[in-house]
Each structure stands twice: as C-alpha cells, then as structure tokens.
C-alpha cells in the first residue's frame, strides 16, 4: 500500500480570501471562537501566536485581517476538491477539517512514478489557490503526521512495499508527538513523562501503555505500525457540477469579475477532467446585493474542457449583458455535458491532458453565439436533391447535437461544390475564365423545374476560384470556391 495524504493547511484563510489578490499579501488570521485558528506567514513574522486572541493579535498588527471560520464552507469546499485527486487514484478519503488520503500504488505506472503524482497534485490545487503539505508512507495515519509536520522522504519513483513501510517507520520515531492525531492531553501528559517523540513512544511496552492511558492510544500505534487495519470511506465526484462564490465585498464592474470566473471555470474543468466529460452549456448566475439575480447561458458547438476558451465564451457572453452594479455572488453550473470521444477530441492519455481537433467553424459559431445570442446563425442541412439551388435548407433543430450530425462543408468538400452559392446564377462570358475541371453533367427536375447543366471549375481572370455551367441559355456562374 502506498497512501498520500494531502494537507491544506491554510485551506479556511485561502477560501475566506479567494478574490483578494492584494489582501494575500498582508497579515491575516482565520479566527474561530475569537482565537487564531490559522495564520499566514506574514502574520507569523509579526509575533502572531496560533491560540493567542483576536484582540492580542490586532494589538500587534493594527491592519491585521481576521475571518471567521466557517466550518460547514470548509466541508464543502473540502468535497470540491474530489475531483483533483480522483483524476490520479478512484481510492480517495476525506479527513476532516483540511485532508485528502489517497492510496496511489495501482496508479503509479500510469503516471509514470511517484514524483509525478505529487507535482500533479499540487500544481492542480495551485490553480485553485492552496498551498498543499504532501505526506507519502505505507498507513494514511503515518502520511497524515508527515504532511501536518511538513516532513517528505525521497522515495523512488516505484518504491516497493517493504521500503515504504520500513522508511516511514525509520523516519516517523524523528518526529514530535505535536502532530498525532492523539487528545491533546494525552500528548501533554506524554510530554510531562519525557515522551516527546514518536520513536520514543513506540519504543514502550504496550503492556505498560495500557495502564497509563486509554485503548485509543494503543490502537492508534497499531495503525501507526499497519497491524491494525485502518478502514477508509472512499468519495467520488459529485454526478453533477455547481459552484458557488460568496463575495466578502460587492464587485462593482465586469473586469473585477474575471478572477472569481477563472477560479468556478478551472475548478469546473477538474470535474470535468475526473468525468472525461466536456461541457456543451455553461449557466452563470450574478447576484447583487439586492437579491437581484442575473442568468446567462453560455452554449458550446462542441464540448469544451479548455478553461481559457470556456472563460473566453463566457466574458463575450457577459460583455452583451447589462449586471447589478454590486455583485455579491457568482454561481456556475454545467447544465449540459456530453462525452469527450463524440467532440473531436482526441485523449494522449488517462492523465486528463487532451488534444483538440482544430474545429474553427464552430469555434466561430461560439463567438458568434456568445457575442449575439443563438439566434445569430442558421444551421444549413443537406437535402437529396442533385440540383445545387435546392440540395441546401435551413435546418429546424438549431441544438448542438444536431450541429455535429450535418456538416455541408464536408460534403461539399467532397463534391467539389461551392460554399458560396449565389441565389441566382450570374450571366457570364466564358472567355473571361480558364476552365481546370470539368464538365459534370447534372440533370433533375423533370417533375417541376428541370435542371440539364454541365458545370466547370474555372479561374476568373481576377483569380478567383470559380463554379460555372453552362446549358441552353449560355454561360453562368454559380458560385466561388473559398
């Protein structure tokens, strides 16, 4: 077994300060009970002490920044963060208030060693704003105090079962009891007797340990050891994505809300990631002040997973839409998905990294849509019709699905038939065009308008590339080739 524990040590201050990029960079404290619960390092370089009060603390720093601490957010926002590991192993637990365990020994040739799930894994909690502490050893209890202690063993790449357990037992007697899971008196009962270490503790008969303190210290030593079994409840991804930023301060313009966009896009591409889904329509929901609330949709020709071209659509949607003038909330929700393998996209690999096939037309349907609305464009549909004029209509389902299912320029393309059609053929002369291919005889319509035509490629004088025919009438152009 080899288990990650992943601690986000400063997870309820970087939740509290999300959409404050300035306010990072002084001193800050996330209070619970009017005490220090959690600091930054510029307020521990101002003689800011954890457990020390909110008035102690602002008594030393004047511009201090407090929070309170919001339990049930950190839960939730804890659960969010599924999708990040579940990319890199299905065996993922939650450990309240700021872990993550994961149990990564079958994924380890996927990514390619060890190493590479530990830098995935933080540069992905990177972009969502943590600061992780990655503890790696052979009991999620053992990897749990090397990630509260901010302790790494350089294991290899492929490490096997005895090295793990046999290294993280060797490195954990270094370390001091502060950062067990055991009560707190317990600990402080340990240190008076001169225990202060975890080697030091493990080192004492159990015999003796059992007459001093209670069964919950033994058996956690035994899961410290893996003699005892130490059960894991394993979470997945929410079936559906929806998230929600709570603004500490109103947001007064559109560019102010481009920061918390970006943080709802990126954390709903990891979900994504984890479903091997693309999102085909993105809702937005603003929220002002006054309750007033804002929705835009932001729909996709094809399902999208990159973050930059999701956060492009949807600021052109945005920049079309009159907002309150205070935001005080943003919701993001994936009201429709569908799979990457029916997209064009193209999977390197289980990793989540992905290749897109340029698919410029719909990326142009995507501007044009989020910058006028669905309703800016038709979709043509083909027709079994041989006769040009009639071979195209407008489609009557405008929805994606039916987007993908007709592509005229491809069979076009195939035909060596014109994107561009005239809606009547202009008269022209022949010796104005150099033929280069031709003729192709196209006769239909004897029931109502019959069509007897030979149509030619040929190249105006201009240069431009053209589709001619010619019949009993003469010499027409019917079109240009792009």
């Not at 993922?92 to 020994?105: G, I």
């Not at 910058?371 to 489609?395: I, K, Q, T, V």
Request: with cysteine; charged share 25%; hydrophobic share 40%.
């Amino acid at each position: 077994m080899l288990w990650l524990c992943v601690h986000l040590p400063l997870m309820g201050l970087e939740i509290a300060q999300h959409s404050q990029d300035l306010a990072k960079r002084k001193p800050a404290v996330l209070a619970a009970d009017q005490k220090v619960y959690r600091m930054n390092e510029a307020a521990g370089k101002a003689g800011i002490l954890l457990g020390s009060s909110v008035a102690t603390a602002t008594s030393l720093v004047p511009e201090l920044l407090h929070y309170r601490r919001d339990c049930e957010a950190e839960r939730k926002h804890l659960e969010k963060l599924v999708p990040i590991a579940y990319r890199c192993t299905p065996r993922v637990a939650l450990s309240s208030p700021y872990d993550l365990k994961l149990e990564v020994s079958g994924s380890l040739k996927l990514f390619e060693g060890l190493n590479n799930i530990v830098q995935h894994l933080k540069r992905s909690l990177a972009k969502v704003g943590h600061t992780a502490q990655i503890g790696i050893a052979h009991t999620p209890a053992v990897a749990r105090v090397f990630a509260h202690a901010h302790s790494v063993i350089a294991f290899t790449d492929y490490p096997d079962e005895a090295t793990i357990r046999s290294d993280s037992l060797e490195h954990l007697h270094t370390l001091s009891l502060k950062y067990s899971e055991l009560k707190t008196t317990d600990v402080e009962c340990m240190f008076n007797m001169g225990i202060r270490f975890f080697g030091e503790l493990l080192d004492l008969p159990r015999g003796e340990l059992r007459q001093r303190f209670s069964s919950d210290v033994l058996r956690y030593l035994s899961r410290l050891t893996g003699e005892l079994a130490e059960p894991q409840q394993y979470v997945a991804p929410a079936t559906q994505f929806t998230s929600v930023i709570h603004l500490l301060e109103p947001l007064l313009d559109k560019p102010s809300l481009s920061k918390p966009m970006e943080q709802l896009v990126i954390e709903m591409v990891h979900w994504l990631q984890s479903k091997q889904l693309g999102v085909v329509e993105a809702t937005w929901q603003f929220t002002a002040t006054d309750a007033q609330t804002i929705t835009i949709s932001c729909r996709f020709a094809y399902p999208r997973i990159d973050p930059q071209a999701i956060l492009e659509f949807s600021e052109l949607s945005l920049s079309e839409r009159e907002l309150p003038q205070e935001v005080l909330s943003l919701r993001l929700e994936a009201t429709q998905v569908a799979s990457l393998a029916k997209a064009g996209a193209l999977a390197k690999d289980l990793m989540g990294g992905y290749e897109v096939r340029p698919v410029l037309p719909e990326d142009l349907l995507d501007r044009l849509t989020a910058r006028l609305g669905p309703d800016s464009w038709e979709l043509l549909c083909s027709h079994d019709d041989h006769r040009p004029e009639f071979a195209w209509s407008p489609a009557s389902d405008h929805s994606t699905s039916h987007k993908k299912s007709h592509h005229p320029s491809t069979e076009i393309a195939a035909n060596s038939r014109p994107l561009w059609l005239f809606a009547r053929p202009l008269s022209v002369k022949s010796k104005d065009f150099e033929i280069l291919q031709g003729p192709v005889r196209i006769e239909d319509g004897w029931w109502e308008d019959r069509v007897q035509r030979d149509y030619f490629v040929g190249r105006h004088e201009s240069g431009a590339l053209c589709w001619l025919f010619n019949d009993e009438y003469g010499w027409f152009q019917h079109g240009y080739f792009a």
